[in-house]
């Protein structure tokens, strides 16, 4: 049974940092894709970045420059260290992982991921 379990949310001012962990257990984690996520009240769930096993790494947009996606395979860990940050990344940020199919693994789509944490709550002030 795969577990994941964020850490490192917290509220910061705007233009300041946070680093996000999930620790994974369950899950062979040199394989497959982990992906951050975040929700926002009264939105949908977003994609931010994603990594696959050969760590390669897909940001979205809004959080390119900004955002660093990193794993430790040794660890089980997952982590996102979120510099600049705004007031428009306020949400509940969850980790996800998945085995994806051939070819899409850079898909930030969260219907695609089965195995979720239970999320870690960023909020940044203006």
């Known amino acids: 049974q795969v577990q994941l379990v964020e850490s490192g949310g917290g509220s910061v001012q705007a233009g300041g940092s946070l680093r996000l962990s999930c620790a994974a257990s369950?899950?062979?984690?040199?394989?497959?894709?982990m992906a951050w996520f975040r929700q926002a009240p009264g939105k949908e769930r977003e994609g931010v970045a994603v990594?696959?096993?050969?760590?390669?790494?897909r940001y979205t947009d809004s959080v390119k420059g900004r955002f660093t996606l990193s794993k430790d395979n040794a660890k089980n860990t997952l982590y996102l260290q979120m510099n600049s940050l705004k007031p428009e990344d306020t949400a509940m940020y969850y980790c996800?992982?998945?085995?994806?199919?051939?070819?899409?693994?850079?898909?930030?789509?969260?219907?695609?991921?089965?195995?979720w944490g239970q999320g870690t709550q960023v909020t940044v002030s203006s």
């Open positions: 996800a992982a998945r085995l994806p199919k051939v070819g899409e693994w850079w898909l930030l789509l969260a219907q695609l991921y089965n195995d």
């Open positions: 990594i696959n096993s050969d760590n390669r790494i």
């Open positions: 369950g899950y062979t984690f040199s394989s497959g894709c």
